[in-house]
């Protein structure tokens, strides 16, 4: 009886190998912050020379333009981030008006790869994410960030929306992460509130 026992157990160890490994999100710290003194971890001087990229969301149901705006620039010599390069998004629905509703986008997700922590804030402990909500634009900030393997979903504090005849689209703030090297255009993901995953253009980290 022990015998069989024992097989068994080695049967049901043998199939529990074989099953897919579920990679687990894990969530990102996610910290304010204020500009330009954000850009110290990138210059000595705080001040940052960057390389800008728009990408179109082909956003439903509206009239003018949805984008999604990727930044890089290196980190310079003698800078805490000294060789590394930082990367900040800006969803940017300010031109795009609903032809019927005010379309809406949740999420941005991002295939970044490896990403580098930092003290965004002077003297805070280093954070994974940072999201410019003094001395930049936007009004919409995140409210989470999660990782699972190479991938970043980007969860906005509240759904980003197109305007209307009486209202402005909106626009999130700039947020942003280092990564280890020079940017590559990839296609991103953003979850439209009650509709598709749209495949959008942007930048991240060659990985």
Do not use: W
């Not at 204020?34 to 960057?50: D, F, Q, R």
């Amino acid at each position: 009886m022990s015998i069989l026992k024992t097989l068994r157990s080695c049967i049901a160890a043998a199939i529990l190998l074989t099953l897919p490994v579920v990679a687990q999100a894990a969530p990102l710290k996610v910290v304010n912050v204020g500009a330009p003194a954000s850009n110290c971890v990138y210059s000595t001087t705080c001040t940052i020379t960057v390389n800008d990229s728009v990408g179109n969301i082909p956003l439903p149901g509206i009239s003018g333009t949805a984008r999604l705006q990727s930044r890089s620039f290196a980190g310079a010599a003698g800078a805490p981030a000294a060789g590394k390069f930082g990367f900040l998004y800006r969803v940017d629905l300010t031109q795009a008006i609903g032809n019927s509703t005010r379309p809406c986008v949740s999420t941005l997700k991002l295939d970044f790869g490896p990403l580098i922590k930092f003290s965004y804030v002077k003297d805070a402990p280093a954070s994974d994410v940072y999201v410019i909500t003094s001395g930049g634009i936007g009004t919409v900030g995140i409210a989470s960030a999660d990782k699972t393997g190479n991938i970043i979903t980007f969860t906005f504090a509240k759904p980003v929306c197109a305007g209307s005849d009486s209202d402005k689209g909106e626009t999130s703030y700039f947020f942003g992460l280092t990564g280890p090297a020079a940017p590559k255009a990839v296609t991103a993901q953003m979850q439209v509130v009650g509709g598709p995953l749209l495949d959008v253009p942007a930048r991240v980290p060659t990985h």
